[in-house]
Each structure stands twice: as C-alpha cells, then as structure tokens.
C-alpha cells in the first residue's frame, strides 16, 4: 500500500517538513541494500480486525478530506483511505489497465480517452461516473476555485481557460461519450500525461454530495471534513479533529470489499512514535524519524519496507510576489535575496553531507538537484552536476564578489549599499533533530558572514508556515520547505509563472522557454526529453532560486500481526487485502 502523491499542478503535494536526524554508522548506501520493498508473514490470519496506523505530525490535522482541496502531506494519507487514484501506475510510472479506469492517448488529434470500469459506486452506493469526473474538472476551474490545483497545465484543456474565466458555462474540451467515457481535447500532447501529470487529474469527487456549493462552502462542509463520501476501500466513520480519523469498510469497493474492518488513522508526534511502536500502539508508522533509528532498528515486533522517494527538501527564496489582476508570479529586483552571488552562498555555507552522515543516519542524501535521482531517467547526477557542497571560502568569495563585505568589522557582511542586512528564515517547528539542522544552517551562515535570523524568533507551526506560503506572505526573505513530486518530473508545477505552489516566485524567459518545450511532444523523443530536463536542472543551479538540502528515503515501520505488505512500485499492497494474524499489535519483547 504505497500512498503515491499524484503529480501534475491539478495534485501536487505538499510536505513543508523534514523528518531530520540519527547517528552516523551506516552510509545511504547500506540503508538501501538493507530495506526490503515487501514483506511477508506466514502466521494464520483472523477474521477482520483494525488497522492502527500512526500518522506522524507536529501539527494538528487539518482535516481537509477531499483529494481536490487539501495541501499539505498529512491530510493526504488520511485520505488515501478514503479515496483512491482512478488510474494504476506501474513500475515505468505510467498508467496501466489495473486502475478503476484506463485510457489512451491519441497523439494525432491531440485526445485523451478515459474509460471507467462497468458497475463502479461511491461509498454511498451511488453511481460513480464520467459525470463525476467532469464535475471534478469544473471545481477546479471555476472563478471561485481558490485551491492550488489550477493554473497552466489544466489550461491545456481546450475551453477550461474560457470556463476559469467565467466566459462559458462549461468546459468544451471535455466530452462526454457515455457514462463511462470521456474524451479529453486538449492543445498539446507530451508524455508525462500518462504519467498522471499535466493537465490529467488522477483525483475524482461525487458530484452528488457537492454540486451547488461554493469554493468556500466546500473547504468548511462536513462532507469534506466528517461525512465523507470517497472511492477507496474504506469510508470515513467519525473525526476527532486535529487527532484522529476512524475508517470502516466500503461495501461498494470496485475491488472488494476490504478484509479487514476499518483503519484508525491517528496523527502521532516523531518524539512519540518509537515508544508507541514499542508498546504495540500501532500497526503501521511510515516515515520514521532518523534521528531516532538506532532507538528503534533492532524492535522484535516490527519490520521495516523502505524506499528512495520521489522528493526533496529544499532553501528557497522570495524573490517576488504573486500578481492577483495577471494570475502570474512577478520577480522584484528589489528584494533583500535579488542578488544570485548571496543566494549562491547561502547554498555553498552549509554542510549538507555532514547532516547526511552525522545526523540523517544515512536515510536522507545530500540533494545536487530539484530532479530526485527516483527518476532515473531525466535526472543529473553529481558527476553531470555537482549541485552545492560546502565550501564556505567560495561563498566568501561569492559574496564580496557582489559588494557584500564587512564595513563594521563586527564579522558580518553588510549589503551593497553598506546598509545593514538581516535575513528572515520561515522555517517549521520539527523534531529536537531538525532545530538543531536549522541551528547548524544559521551558524554556518554566520561564519562566513551572513546574519539570519528565525521569522518570529524561533521556528513555528507547520500549519502556520503553509498558510503563509499558500497566501504569498511578503513578510520573510527565505524559507525551508520539501516536495513530493508523484510520478511525473515537470517541475513547471512548482516554479511555472503562474504556478500556485511557485513560492520563490521565479519567472524567467529562459526558465518558461525550457518549460513549455518540456510541456510539448517535443519530449515523446527520449533524447531530447533528457536534453531538456538537464538543461533546467543546469539552470535551476545556476539561478539558485532554490537550493535542494535532500532526496530521502521513505521508511515505514510494520508491525509483525500486518500479513503482508508492499511499497514495490507498480506492486503495491492493495488496501482490501491486508490481513491480521492477531487481535492487537504485537509488543516488543
């Protein structure tokens, strides 16, 4: 059971944390030979039974249960068991014909044909439909949409641009065929759209429950928030908010009703987990913290699958604002992180290797590249590029290079103007692990001559910091965030000019250029596609509007009552198979 985060600007995710931290004995190397995709038990299995799944947090859950609304990475496993992709990935990472719909791709006449399987049903019972799909469509670009889910890779439908504009009252390129076919015209064709990415939404909500409310009707309704009405193998029972969410089975699952009874889903602090799973408290933990592996690798009651995953962490930097009257992102040359040399040598001052080794355990590597190495295909290396290593003599160098230098001789740089200068870090609260990384940064930023400073005095809610990110707050220089990119590498998603999750607020020439060839079937050829996410990850370090931190493994704690479970691409442990062999989670010994 492997939550994918469904790529393209119509379901990227969010996840503004890091889980940081550990000792230094095993390289990422070791940790990757060591970690099994799949495990399996033999023991007799019991009839039914509750999943206790811990959903590691240091912030409250929203409790935004619907896969078109929600933003950051927590409320997304709560509703991975409420609603489910309507396409199947497969190791390549494209769509298969094991989903609940499959498609094909007409290059010719620019078409995408969904068809859904006979017979499908909403958790309510009622029909599950191209109408509903179509209605997910229209929510998304409707003039009231405030979500992050538009912008210019759902333009790509013919006539949704009319539709956001409130120009025509529905979208022309969406044609129904029947009530289990959709026709999906579109102006350009590329690849990645049968990676679930671009303009084609792996996401889909009933039209039934929601039809008539407004944007803001939707975000505070209890059918997003308590009475939800999903796809997946189970349905939501009671929310404790900010806690927990308690699941039972969906008599209507396309794939069969799940053997066992329901999920509890609880939100568990990373201080807290190891005592939990040691005690027995829960079944499943992904995401472990590293800072506490040698606390928790050699537990009897537990087995551990693990990955190197589609994200990275990142620095990144305000270098504008977003333009509400245009829908684009707007570069001020005027703002404090302008200047490339000092964005550059904030990259360069800090020891991102060191935290690798001394403090990530080996499950996170130092990141050269906005490109996760998950995608193997497109992505540079450090020997193509090396990215940014510690060299604090070049970010000296970089610094003067651009009138940074110390007029005060109290050892910290003033601007070119000789001007005090003071840089503001929005970064989110975390572990013991990850403050003490976020020291390290700001130490190493002073030694070579640059004085930052935690927005607020300290690091705060992550709830806090997404708000502030997802309104384009003015009030801060730099911030820390991550990406979980799904199975389609375009990261005009995230940096594109009218890109809602474009936080740097990046918007180039050069950039878009590379991004509408990389939007286009210019990429059908695999050369050229490979030419061009190369060219953009050179740019991307060169510009250094971003400087990744790291691409981290994804290791998930099992209890040793879970039958059988899978994380291996394309193979995944469907939810209405997993089994039990005993009443509660087993102790440790």
Request: charged share 25%.
């Amino acid at each position: 059971m492997n939550k994918k985060l469904f790529t393209g600007l119509l379901s990227v995710t969010a996840a503004l944390t890091l889980a940081a931290c550990g000792s230094h004995s095993n390289t990422a190397e070791e940790v990757e030979q060591n970690f099994p995709e799949t495990i399996t038990h033999e023991e007799p299995v019991i009839e039914g039974g509750t999943l206790k799944v811990a959903v590691l947090s240091q912030s409250p859950l929203q409790g935004l249960l619907n896969p078109i609304l929600y933003t950051d990475s927590t409320d997304s496993t709560m509703i991975d068991y409420a609603f489910e992709s309507i396409f199947h990935f497969g190791e390549d990472l494209n769509m298969d014909d094991k989903g609940m719909a499959t498609h094909e791709l007409d290059r010719d006449n620019k078409v995408f044909t969904i068809k859904f399987k006979d017979g499908l049903k909403w958790s309510d019972g009622e029909p599950l439909t191209v109408d509903d799909y179509i209605y997910t469509y229209e929510v998304i670009g409707r003039p009231d949409y405030k979500g992050v889910r538009y912008g210019e890779d759902a333009e790509n439908i013919v006539g949704m641009t009319a539709f956001h504009n409130g120009e025509a009252d529905s979208i022309e390129g969406l044609e129904k065929v029947d009530d289990q076919t959709l026709k999906i015209h579109l102006l350009d064709v590329y690849p990645a759209l049968e990676a679930g990415g671009g303009a084609i939404n792996s996401s889909i909500i009933p039209k039934h429950v929601y039809e008539g409310m407004t944007y803001d009707e939707m975000i505070t309704s209890d059918k997003t928030r308590e009475h939800v009405v999903g796809n997946g193998a189970f349905m939501v029972e009671k929310v404790i908010p900010g806690e927990t969410v308690t699941y039972v089975r969906n008599p209507y699952y396309w794939k069969g009703v799940a053997k066992l009874d329901g999920v509890i889903a609880s939100i568990v602090s990373p201080e807290q987990i190891v005592a939990e799973m040691k005690a027995g408290s829960f079944d499943i933990a992904t995401d472990m913290p590293a800072s506490q592996y040698e606390t928790y690798k050699d537990l009897s009651n537990i087995d551990f699958v693990g990955m190197l995953m589609n994200d990275y962490s990142y620095i990144g930097f305000n270098l504008g604002h977003y333009d509400q009257e245009t829908g684009e992102h707007v570069m001020d040359p005027d703002k404090k992180m302008a200047n490339k040399n000092l964005r550059q040598a904030i990259g360069y001052a800090i020891n991102n290797e060191e935290v690798a080794k001394e403090v990530l355990h080996g499950l996170s590597i130092p990141a050269n590249s906005a490109i996760p190495p998950f995608f193997k295909e497109v992505h540079l290396n450090k020997d193509e590029l090396p990215g940014y290593s510690y060299n604090p003599e070049k970010a000296k160098e970089l610094l003067a290079d651009a009138g940074y230098v110390d007029v005060t001789g109290d050892g910290i740089v003033e601007d070119p103007n000789g001007e005090e200068l003071t840089i503001t870090l929005l970064t989110p609260a975390g572990s013991d692990a990850s403050e003490a990384i976020v020291q390290d940064y700001i130490q190493k930023w002073n030694e070579v001559g640059l004085n930052v400073v935690y927005f607020g005095g300290r690091s705060i809610d992550f709830n806090t910091v997404s708000d502030k990110l997802q309104s384009f707050a003015q009030d801060f220089d730099m911030f820390t965030g991550g990406w979980g990119v799904g199975y389609n590498p375009d990261p005009s998603g995230l940096y594109g000019p009218s890109a809602m999750f474009n936080f740097t607020h990046i918007n180039t020439p050069e950039q878009t250029e590379i991004f509408d060839r990389i939007g286009s079937n210019e990429t059908f050829d695999k050369d050229v596609k490979k030419d061009l996410f190369a060219q953009w990850q050179k740019y991307a370090n060169e510009e250094a509007f971003i400087i990744p931190r790291f691409n981290n493994y994804s290791l998930t704690a099992v209890n040793k009552r879970v039958k059988n479970y899978s994380i291996k691409l394309g193979e995944e442990t469907s939810q209405n198979e997993i089994e039990l062999t005993a009443e509660e989670p087993i102790a440790a010994e």
